[in-house]
């Protein structure tokens, strides 16, 4: 993990407007010195905006935005852009060789030509494609081209560097090879990296802190974990995986350990929420065990809940069971185990999942 | 059929004779034609680029008027510079009416609408994330738009010989403009339709074979220039 310490880039109050609709609306969020910071949400949520925006490729209509404490304005686009990296979703090549490639955005500055030659060569090397380099560009594969464009990137040792998806449009092998290439040159460089992405697989990989944006707003920052365990909201909630998201209220508290009750039901959580307060639920499905209707033994599951399956969606090898308990829960278990509990739609079942597992957002 | 052989003999011997009249007329062609095409794409391509990178008020209006002057008729376009650098004209006191000046005028404004339009297409069909993805890179303007132009030579290339052909095949504005004057103004086209008027069909068909010739070494060397840039590498 990167040293978390000194903020590169701060954005406040920044709003982008389309066609007089605010399609984005960040009122704080900071990048610091070598982490890698990975901005999650879905399509539509505007995340290549921000993108773009931080890229100086989109004014912004309001908002402050600093590089280093030095206000946007301060310098000229050129100069700003010349100061960061920019990948793509799709690498953009242009119709000339891998090395012409990777050299054009050292030659857009006019580099002396003998850098800009160690530059390229260095970086194809460090990314595996110094074979390719006299390839011609449209020749290449789809992760051949996407590691010319990290290449491109890295070689004009940005302060910066800002990606879009980069990994998106590959197949699951190749995609997964250069993540993990991509990962340890992260890791190897420190380079301060803003990395958006859908995928929360590659946020929970790469960011050392993970950005939700929903509808154009930013609804949480924090370390992958919390992020991903502990939701702001309910949107944040259902977009990082916590599929069961049920109103209720706490009824009794000691020592941190709590009572909630929801839909009639009593169930036992964790957290410091006094008695009265209105919370929603969040339960990843992960966290929820399937057992016969009466044969839960003994165990350290403090929630017990009797219920009905109402849809079983196979999903590879896990099977997504949808019950009713009372309120519609969500469990994610493996093939294997659904074959041998022979479980069937309509079949009657009990769900188990401990205190710990259920995390409360106040209301 | 006699006719055609002839017509054919004809040239032949006018071309390895060296016959000075048909030479004459043969570079005054290439001369104000090649003129004609080199402002059309000073013009054209930046123009073209403006109108495809730009975003402006009234741009499909303005790109949608160039792509109507693709079609722009030559005899209408002669008929307009005949009035502008006629003596009594706006530019009369030039003194360029029935010279090589005023043909290449009239060829500029044939050839430069196709030349703006067919270089906005080049560029309108590249990714427009492109642009992006070059100014990410730290490209200045000036150097994305090289970048862009480089991107779409081959295109570019169709561009200037779509251009270059709608002039040195274009017969109205010429004689229109230019006169026909023997030694002075005789292009390969007036020339052949002077021919044919008089019932010389030989050196008619003569002429016009070489004028194909001409045209097809042009483009032959321009899609030279433009395969080699397609080959794979």
């Known amino acids: 993990m990167s040293s978390l310490t000194e903020p590169i880039l701060e954005i406040r109050d920044l709003v982008v407007k389309r066609g007089g609709r605010t399609v984005l609306s960040v009122e704080h969020l900071d990048v610091q010195q070598g982490e890698v910071l990975a901005v999650i949400g879905p399509n539509g949520a505007g995340k290549s905006t921000l993108l773009l925006t931080l890229s100086r490729l989109l004014p912004p209509d309001q908002g402050v935005i600093t590089l280093r404490g030095q206000p946007f304005e301060a310098e000229s686009a050129l100069s700003y852009r010349r100061r960061i990296g920019l990948v793509l979703q799709d690498p953009l090549l242009l119709d000339v060789s891998v090395f012409g490639n990777v050299a054009m955005g050292l030659r857009f500055r006019n580099l002396p030509r003998k850098l800009v030659t160690e530059r390229v060569n260095e970086w194809l ?134 009572i909630v009750e929801t839909s009639g039901m009593q169930l036992a959580a964790v957290g410091d929420l006094p008695v009265g307060k209105e919370v929603m639920l969040c339960l990843r499905p992960e966290d929820v065990t399937l057992w016969p209707e009466d044969g839960l033994p003994l165990s350290s599951a403090r929630n017990r809940l009797k219920g009905r399956i109402e849809r079983i969606i196979p999903q590879g090898p896990l099977v997504r069971v949808v019950m009713e308990c009372g309120f519609p829960l969500v469990a994610l278990i493996t093939r294997a185990s659904a074959q041998e509990m022979e479980l069937v739609e309509g079949q009657a079942v009990t769900a188990a999942f401990k205190a710990s597992a259920i995390h409360l957002i106040p209301r | 059929m006699e006719l055609i052989w002839e017509g054919i003999r004809n040239a032949v011997i006018l071309l390895f004779t060296f016959n000075a009249e048909v030479i004459q007329i043969t570079l005054l062609s290439l001369q104000v034609s090649g003129m004609a095409t080199m402002i059309s794409l000073l013009i054209g391509l930046p123009l ?61 404004i044939i050839a430069a609408p196709v030349v703006t339009g067919l270089t906005a297409a080049s560029l309108q069909q590249l990714d427009p994330r492109l642009q992006l993805q070059l100014l990410g890179l730290g490209a200045s303007r000036n150097q994305m738009v090289w970048a862009l132009w480089r991107e779409a030579r081959l295109p570019l290339l169709a561009a200037l010989m779509a251009g270059f052909g709608s002039v040195i095949s274009e017969v109205g504005a010429s004689m229109m403009v230019g006169g026909n004057i023997r030694f002075q103004t005789r292009v390969l086209t007036t020339a052949t339709v002077l021919e044919t008027s008089k019932g010389e069909f030989g050196m008619a068909i003569a002429l016009g074979l070489i004028l194909l010739l001409l045209a097809y070494l042009v483009n032959l060397a321009l899609t030279w220039i433009q395969q080699r840039g397609a080959q794979p590498g």
């Open chain 1, 125 to 258: 090397g460090r990314l595996g494609v110094a074979h390719l380099k006299d390839r011609r560009a449209h020749a290449l594969s789809g992760g051949e081209a996407q590691r010319v464009s990290l290449a491109r990137a890295f070689a004009l040792q940005p302060e910066l560097l800002f990606l879009d998806e980069p990994f998106s449009a590959l197949d699951a092998p190749t995609r997964t090879r250069l993540l993990e290439d991509f990962h340890a040159l992260l890791q190897a460089t420190s380079m301060t990296t803003v990395f958006i992405t859908h995928d929360l697989d590659e946020a929970l990989l790469l960011g050392d802190r993970v950005a939700v944006l929903l509808q154009g707003r930013l609804r949480q920052v924090g370390r992958p974990q919390e992020v991903f365990t502990a939701p702001a909201d309910r949107d944040v909630a259902a977009f990082v995986g916590v599929e069961t998201v049920v109103a209720g209220q706490v009824v009794a508290a000691q020592e941190g350990q709590l």
């Open chain 2, 48 to 108: 073209g680029t403006w109108l495809a990178l730009g975003r402006f008020w009234g741009r499909g209006f303005t790109l949608s008027l160039i792509n109507t002057g693709m079609a722009l008729p030559p005899v209408v376009v002669g008929l307009w510079v005949s009035i502008f650098l006629w003596r009594s004209g706006p530019l009369g006191d030039l003194g360029w009416m029935y010279t090589p000046t005023a043909m290449v005028i009239a060829q500029m």
